[in-house]
């Protein structure tokens, strides 16, 4: 096992495959603690700094209720709702005094400090008045582009995970009794995956999307149903070569029970042969996905997803920011390559003739 990791990791393109899924891993996981934007699907819109540049900054008036009890924990909790972007800001006699960011034609606008919960001017710069840099910019709707990006690799991955295991549930036990059994079993079986395999498998996920309604989780479940009869094939084309070598027979002989057989002699020959496609129909749930998304009918706004983000901001690459569409589409591009890299290289790993 050792030999194999050593062997596996001395190839330039492999290791970089593997970090860069390690690092879209880690900030999926730990994405609500490394994200800037805090609020919900980082969905704090603001329409005065649409589609700003990346690296832009801009400062915020958090403005408190009007009951004077909020204090600075409280008030950044409600940011979502109280942040107005200015563009500058001074005291004059009792006083707040605000020009509001992107106006055309700016007219400032005042607060009485006996809003605050403190006379303090210092204190009410330090609780009420934020300045927050956009380092990849905001999009069409005005919010950070970055926490938009690391929150969507949630959906990515996910969908990922979650297809491949329902895949993989599917496949192996229709593939494995198709295999094992043979006869009237496997031509029935046979039959069903023949039907499956004709419909096109975009259509095939539409038509289960419909039928479960548009949401998070019947994507996952629906990209899952179409996937599996590619691993149903290659497990009874494996399981059916296997059950005729010396040691099936040997076992058989024995007098062990069929299940007994098929699941401990014959489908663990198969491990090697199912690491590798699911590293490839890993790859294709989050394409997938993306398309999904792009058409509407992938995970639902305000949900953040790669392909949602694509579909949002495609027009801009005519309008002079293309990188609105080009930071999710080459996300999208670089881990679905990671992975087809990963299982390219398992596959020559693992293949015995090797």
């Not at 198709?178 to 496997?186: H, I, K, L, P």
Request: charged share 15%; glycine share 8%.
């Amino acid at each position: 096992m050792g030999s194999f990791f050593k062997s596996l990791f001395t190839d330039f393109w492999t290791i970089g495959s593997a970090g860069f899924i390690l690092l879209v891993t880690f900030l999926a996981v730990f994405a609500p603690f490394v994200v800037p934007d805090k609020t919900n699907n980082a969905n704090d819109m603001q329409l005065a700094i649409h589609s700003q540049p990346p690296g832009f900054s801009c400062q915020f008036l958090v403005k408190p209720l009007p009951n004077n009890s909020l204090d600075k924990q409280q008030t950044s909790a409600s940011a979502s709702l109280e942040k107005i972007p200015i563009s500058s800001y001074h005291f004059y006699d009792n006083q707040l005094v605000y020009t509001p960011f992107g106006a055309a034609f700016p007219q400032p606008d005042t607060l009485a400090l006996s809003r605050f919960p403190t006379a303090d001017r210092k204190q009410i710069e330090q609780d009420f008045i934020l300045k927050k840099r956009y380092l990849l910019g905001t999009d069409l709707y005005g919010r950070d582009l970055l926490s938009r990006l690391i929150l969507g690799s949630r959906i990515s991955l996910g969908i990922g995970f979650i297809a491949v295991f329902i895949s993989l549930l599917v496949g192996v036990f229709f593939g494995a009794l198709a295999g094992y059994f043979g006869g009237t079993v496997d031509r029935l079986i046979m039959g069903f995956i023949n039907v499956v395999w004709a419909i096109p498998t975009l259509l095939l996920v539409i038509a289960i999307v419909l039928a479960l309604g548009r949401g998070f989780w019947q994507v996952f479940l629906a990209v899952g149903l179409s996937m599996w009869v590619e691993v149903a094939r290659l497990v009874r084309g494996q399981v059916k070569a296997t059950k005729e070598k010396l040691y099936i027979q040997a076992v058989t002989a024995l007098g062990f029970s069929e299940m007994r057989i098929l699941i401990k002699h014959v489908l663990p020959t198969v491990i090697s042969s199912l690491i590798v496609i699911s590293a490839a129909n890993f790859a294709s749930a989050i394409l997938m996905e993306s398309g999904l998304s792009f058409l509407g009918i992938g995970a639902q706004p305000p949900v953040p997803s790669w392909g949602g983000m694509v579909k949002d901001h495609f027009r801009y690459l005519l309008l002079g920011k293309p990188y609105l569409a080009l930071l999710p589409g080459g996300a999208i591009m670089f881990l679905v390559l990671s992975f087809m890299l990963l299982g390219n290289s398992l596959r020559d790993r693992l293949d015995v003739r090797n």
